[in-house]
């Protein structure tokens, strides 16, 4: 007879109940050990370990929900009888019997041992139903009420010897308190299953094998709580199966089990730890296996880490082998490029010296320019003070014309005085007077001659000088459009001096990198984008690219321009 047959006596396993939570790191039973049979009944009821139905996951009706409401009010009014029955007396016997100063500071105590207990009391009822319940805020609840229950029966005692009816009264005073609390852990009990159906549930021990076996019970508790076995039926079971599996072993070996091996005395050493009879007899078979999986495994990880090591050393060899044929092939390509890319640097440096000597010649053209502006702006200068100079002298001859009119207007005034006065005078007088007369009036007449002839020389004088002004204006827009040019021509130069530096850096830089002719096209290309098109690639006429790199095709050119501006966005810049 092998270690698993042994004689089926222990009570059938209940199928419904989960299995205990085994030890931590125990691995899972795998054993083939037969299931354990017995006719015998089953020692306890569903009825007895208060699991007799599963709760209800539906929804509460109306009508369940009324009664729950009526309930809570219930509660409410059984708590507040309590409250009302034990303050007075828990307040009177505070100040009178504990030292409170006044009966005022008493009832304050009172309501915070009352107000104390309703908090702990609400909170735990919300934690459950939340379902985050607080498992140790019951017992300060429980010591609270104790508490209160010791004060009220204190405040009722007898002052000689207590008789019958002071027990009862003392009594009488926890009934309302202990009442209240068993509402409470009713109600929470209530929640935690309403709001969490499906949490597997912990049977309770019977009362009457507490009192029929008590240290026995114990110890069934015990292993209960340890092990997490929640179901009583299953511990019951386990603890049947071990006394089984025990007397067989003796009858096996005589009644000496010191003659047993070590693998049939398993089961009795596991048990305090929470294994089964069939789970302890199935420790070496597992092990072995557990054993046998993990070397297999080690050997598995060596098996692959070789393999994955053969096969990078291939992989690494033909890259090897294909990085040294690509570098023969760069190697072979850049050496039939340099020498093009020589002749071609050494051509854009040539075509940079020439722009820069254009360059210079543009300069010296442009301060030529600019000294001939200045002398033009010196000449229109002048002409502006000559033309100054005549509007002067016109005035003065306006002035002088002036003064002759006025003169004649005097001697005009004259000639009537002399003629009023001829009566009273001698004809030699009016005569030496007409002579006087005319004589002032031929030179009023001279003198306004010479006047009219100063202001027509001065209006000649005038018109010279306003000639002369514009031809000095013109000399100056003359001189100032020249001076334009020259500084267009300057700048345009500037501008090319600018490009040949940057195409001789960029050759420098394109021949230091050892870059193809295309590439080098396509940045040549990138080059006059940016500097003859403002950074606008399809500004760049495609002629211009076919004339620049000797392109025939336009879709070429436009090829190149394509790639050029690829290459700007990304960030190119020479």
């Known amino acids: 007879m092998t270690i698993a047959d042994w004689p089926r006596t222990a009570a059938e396993p209940d199928p419904k109940t989960a299995s205990p939570a085994a030890v931590s790191g125990t691995p899972k039973p795998v054993s083939r050990t037969p299931d354990i049979a017995s006719d015998a009944p089953r020692s306890v009821s569903e009825t007895e370990s208060g699991t007799g139905t599963k709760p209800s996951e539906g929804k509460l009706t109306g009508t369940q929900k009324w009664t729950a409401g009526a309930i809570v009010i219930a509660a409410l009014a059984l708590a507040g009888i309590g409250l009302y029955l034990s303050f007075e007396h828990v307040a009177q016997f505070a100040h009178e019997e504990l ?31 939340l379902k985050r319940p607080i498992s140790w805020i019951r017992y300060p609840v429980w010591l609270l009420t104790a508490a209160t229950v010791v004060l009220n029966a204190a405040s009722g005692a007898p002052e000689g010897a207590w008789e019958l009816l002071d027990y009862v009264a003392a009594g009488a005073h926890g009934v309302v308190p202990v009442l209240f609390i068993m509402v409470v852990e009713l109600g929470r009990t209530s929640i935690d299953r309403v709001v969490r159906p499906d949490q ?82 199935a420790l070496p078979d597992e092990q072995e296996r557990a054993a046998q999986e993990r ?16 096969v990078a050393k291939a992989k690494s060899e033909a890259e090897r082998l294909r990085a040294k044929g690509k570098v023969e092939a760069v190697r072979a390509e850049v050496d039939g490029q340099t020498g093009q890319a020589r002749a071609h640097a050494r051509a854009q440096v040539s075509a940079a010296e020439r722009a820069a000597a254009l360059e210079q010649e543009a300069l010296d053209q442009a301060l030529i320019a600019e000294a001939r502006a200045r002398e033009a702006e010196a000449e229109r200068k002048e002409a502006q003070e000559r033309h100054a100079k005549a509007e002067a002298d016109l005035r003065a001859a306006e002035l002088e014309h002036q003064a002759a009119e006025k003169r004649k207007e005097a001697a005009e005034a004259d000639r009537v005085a002399a003629a009023e006065a001829q009566a009273i005078e001698t004809a030699e007088i009016a005569e030496a007077r007409q002579r006087v007369a005319e004589a002032d009036k031929a030179a009023a007449e001279t003198e306004r001659a010479a006047a009219e002839t100063r202001r027509a020389t001065a209006e000649t004088d005038r018109k010279k000088a306003e000639e002369e002004r ?36 960029a050759v420098e830089a394109e021949d230091a990198a050892k870059l193809k002719p295309r590439e080098r096209a396509v ?31 336009p879709s070429t050119a436009s090829e190149y321009r394509q790639e050029a501006a690829e290459l700007l966005a990304g960030g190119y810049r020479p």
Do not use: N
């Not at 005022?104 to 139903?129: H, N, P, R, Y």
């Open 99 to 129: 030292r409170f100063s006044s009966l005022g500071k008493g009832q304050l105590f009172a309501v915070g041992v009352d107000v104390g207990i309703m908090v702990m009391i609400a909170v735990d009822l919300l934690m459950a139903w």
């Open 523 to 553: 940045r040549r290309v990138a080059r006059m984008i940016l500097v003859a098109a403002d950074g606008v690639a399809d500004r760049l006429p495609l002629a211009d690219i076919q004339h620049e790199l000797g392109v025939a095709s």
């Open 470 to 505: 514009i031809k000095a204006i013109a000399l100056a827009d003359a001189a100032r459009a020249q001076k334009e040019a020259a500084e267009a021509e300057r700048a345009a130069a500037e501008t090319r001096r600018a490009a040949a530096e940057i195409e001789r850096r």
């Open 200 to 281: 597997e549930e912990r049977d309770s021990i019977p009362w009457l094998r507490w009192i029929l076996a008590p240290v026995a019970t114990a110890r069934i508790f015990r292993r209960m709580r340890l092990w997490g076995v929640t179901s009583y039926p299953e511990m019951i079971r386990r603890d049947q199966e071990l006394i089984a599996y025990e007397q067989w072993l003796k009858r096996k070996h005589e009644g000496d089990l010191s003659e047993a091996s070590d693998e049939e005395l398993l089961p009795m050493k596991m048990a305090p730890y929470g294994y089964t009879v069939a789970q302890a007899l």
């Open 295 to 310: 070397e297999e495994e080690a050997e598995r990880r060596r098996l692959d880490a070789e393999t994955r090591s053969e």
